[in-house]
């Protein structure tokens, strides 16, 4: 059986729906894709890779942090990062709802072929800034900027390059492509096991 995905760049401050109640844009000004629903989320200030499925169990398996499927991500951060401050991310740091486990990170030149953000980033003369390339495969709310800050690093921007196998590669803010893959087997849920009968208390001996 195979399933239907959309890879989709979702440009900055667009929401990762396709209805808002308050105005802003969603991904109904992008994409036409009845349906078709996010598997997982990107934050409405975070750009890059999000993924649509018409298939329930692969959305679940994209989305739940069970699977490890590892997300990374492009992270302009403030500051210039140390070592010992890359290798606490490596390491896991700890936040309010307790430790993250060990990060994939590497120093980043500017990544190639990037988009401006719309409006730009502000710029401080007098404070460095510099990229990282970080993966995870949890799920916390604004992880990755929670993350960065916890090592003195605040998250400047943020853009999601890949999901597991699934990369942006040349799409640009609000595009999108189209691929067909297989899709994960659905388990039968076993019937549940039934108490052998006792026999009438007139039986017992």
Do not use: C
Not at 111 to 134: F, I, M, Y
């Amino acid at each position: 059986m195979s399933a239907k995905l959309i890879l989709f760049n979702k440009p900055f401050r667009v929401l990762s729906q396709f209805s808002d109640e308050d105005g802003r844009e969603t991904l109904a000004n992008y994409l036409s894709a009845p349906g078709f629903r996010a598997a997982g989320r990107l934050d409405y200030d975070s750009e890059g890779l999000l993924v649509l499925t018409d298939n329930g169990a692969l959305q679940q398996q994209i989305a739940n942090p069970r699977h490890k499927a590892w997300k990374t991500y492009w992270v302009q951060v403030e500051g210039s990062p140390s070592e010992e401050a890359l290798d606490h991310l490596r390491t896991g740091v700890e936040l309010k709802d307790g430790p993250t486990l060990p990060a994939r990170v590497k120093s980043l030149a500017e990544p190639p072929g990037l988009w401006p953000r719309v409006p730009p980033v502000r710029e401080r003369k007098t404070v460095p800034d510099a990229w990282l390339e970080l993966s995870i495969h949890e799920g916390r709310n604004r992880q990755v900027r929670r993350m960065t800050a916890a090592v003195g690093l605040p998250t400047l921007r943020l853009i999601r390059a890949a999901i597991g196998d699934w990369h942006l590669a040349e799409l640009q803010p609000g595009e999108s492509r189209r691929i067909t893959v297989d899709a994960p087997a659905v388990a039968s849920k076993p019937h549940p096991r039934r108490a052998p009968k006792r026999p009438p208390r007139w039986h017992r001996r």
